[in-house]
């Protein structure tokens, strides 16, 4: 770490006594002054307090004692107890990870997606794994709030920490309570082990139930529309390299690496928690789900095991600023990397979830229209759906149709056939349970040359007659 000059201290001195000590934690002059302004507009709000109560306390100790624990590496919102979290004030506690401002960003560009959507569900839910302080689900309620007051939000934050889940019902209580948040929808916060296997008996305590089981203890659904998780990702090494000696020492170590793996899975222990993430995601069949990573190689093994699953119709990743104009990205190995700044979460969507990111229109019957096929590139529009395919097999998955309802007509070239289509049982499809109705190809099965393409427009019974056939 760089000394700080003299002059530099002699600067600080001459402006307030304090400052000196608050310049090694915080690198540079200004930053010094706004904390140690904000110490002591915390040091008047407890004085006043106390005093409200018939106490009262040394002003100048308390503040010299905070500075003190400051100077020592003490992050400053553990020292005045909040950070801000988008609009939010969160109250923060030692013990529990502070939340940061990239986490707030991606909850807020999600939630703004959402509310735009002219399909959401009456009843919206949300799941939050590893809630931490409870920021996550807060700041998508008061998001959603903000915006809409015709659908009921549920949103459950799940934490294996005893001590993050009373901190989270404590932001939950004093929000409400000071009006911050709406009073609409329903917020909860329920413990439970994200990597705890629910087939195998849970050890050491009721912390370490696994989600699914905790769920159903709890009573609550165990289908969710949305799953956020900013989970523990930081690898050993990256640990001691990476982080901060005041992130060592101050936040808990818990929030931050993934415990060592017990099977030999070969995922690396930084990468830990995304595939059980990813299972629960398609366990409660999450029609959109949001990653936090370190950074774009986490992201990029992140993003090719959601899609190893076959379950999403689309995956991308958010950089720290999602909403500007995309650098380039030459590395992204086929992934769309939205923004600016260091990759920071993997965004992936199914059926409806589509729709409700922005990605495509509302287009009644095809809402439901997906093409878990990696091979499959599909284009969504208005009207007919269009899909380049680049290999022989492509087996369509249609939720929401019947057989009956939906006609295909394809083209291969410059030849217009009429593929006939059969009901398949879906239950081989992987990681799909059941729902859904799959419609493939059956006895006319276009042998298409591998990259010579073919679009094929799906169309509804309903909307036959309007329909275009053919090239749309
Ligand atoms: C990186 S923090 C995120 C906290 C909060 N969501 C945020 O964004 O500030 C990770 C959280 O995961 C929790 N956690 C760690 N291991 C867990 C597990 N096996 N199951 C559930 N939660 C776990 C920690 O207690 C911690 O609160």
């Not at 912390?207 to 089981?213: E, L």
């Not at 009429?418 to 349970?433: E, H, I, L, V, Y």
Request: hydrophobic share 40%; glycine share 6%; charged share 20%.
């Amino acid at each position: 770490m760089p000394r700080i000059s003299t002059s530099a201290l002699r600067k600080a001195y001459a402006i307030d006594p304090l400052l000196p000590r608050l310049l090694s934690p915080c690198r540079d002059l200004r930053a010094a002054q706004n904390e140690l302004r904000w110490l002591r507009e915390h040091v008047g709000n407890v004085a006043e307090a106390r005093r409200a109560q018939g106490d009262t306390i040394s002003q100048s100790a308390f503040l010299h004692d905070l500075v003190k624990q400051r100077a020592s590496g003490k992050p400053l919102q553990y020292l005045v107890g909040t950070e801000f979290f988008g609009d939010l004030e969160i109250d923060c506690w030692p013990g529990v990870l502070i939340p940061r401002q990239d986490t707030a960003t991606a909850v807020q560009r999600l939630a703004r997606l959402v509310r735009k959507a002219h399909n959401s569900p009456s009843e919206l839910r949300v799941l939050d794994l590893c809630t931490g302080t409870g920021c996550i689900p807060l700041l998508f309620h008061h998001e959603l709030y903000a915006a809409r007051a015709d659908v009921e939000l549920r949103a459950l934050g799940i934490d294996i920490s005893e001590k993050a889940l009373q901190l989270a019902d404590h932001n939950l209580n004093r929000l409400r309570g000071d009006k911050t948040l709406a009073d609409k929808g329903s917020l909860h916060f329920l413990q439970a082990d994200v990597l705890a296997n629910p087939f195998v008996e849970a050890r050491g305590g009721p912390g370490h139930i696994a989600v699914s089981t905790a769920l159903r203890h709890a009573m609550l659904p165990h289908i969710w529309d949305i799953l956020i998780s900013n989970p523990p990702y930081i690898s050993p090494s990256a640990y001691w390299k990476t982080t901060t000696r005041s992130v060592r020492v101050f936040e808990p170590k818990l929030a931050l690496v993934p415990p060592p793996p017990t099977s030999n899975s070969g995922i690396a222990q930084g990468d830990s928690f995304y595939p059980p993430i990813l299972g629960i995601a398609n366990e409660v069949e999450a029609k959109i789900v949001l990653l936090e990573v370190a950074d774009l190689d986490q992201a990029l093994r992140v993003a090719r095991a959601a899609q190893a699953l076959h379950v999403f119709d689309g995956v991308e990743i958010w950089r720290e600023q999602p909403d500007e104009p995309d650098s380039p990205s030459p590395e992204a190995a086929g992934f769309h990397v939205l923004g600016q700044g260091n990759a920071r979460s993997v965004v992936c969507w199914r059926g409806t979830g589509a729709a409700w990111l922005g990605k495509r229109e509302r287009t009644s019957a095809y809402e439901d229209v997906a093409f878990p096929d990696p091979s499959c590139r599909a284009q969504f529009q208005i009207g007919p759906v269009r899909v380049s395919h680049q290999t022989e097999a492509f087996p369509y998955w249609v939720n929401n149709l019947n057989q009956e309802q939906l006609a295909v007509k394809h083209n291969v070239g410059r030849g217009v056939g009429t593929n006939a289509f059969s009901k398949q049982n879906r239950s081989g499809a992987p990681g799909r349970q059941g729902l859904d109705t799959t419609v493939a190809p059956a006895k006319v099965h276009p042998k298409v040359p591998k990259n010579r393409g073919l679009e094929i427009t799906a169309t509804p019974e309903t909307e036959r007659s309007e329909a275009p056939v053919g090239r749309p």
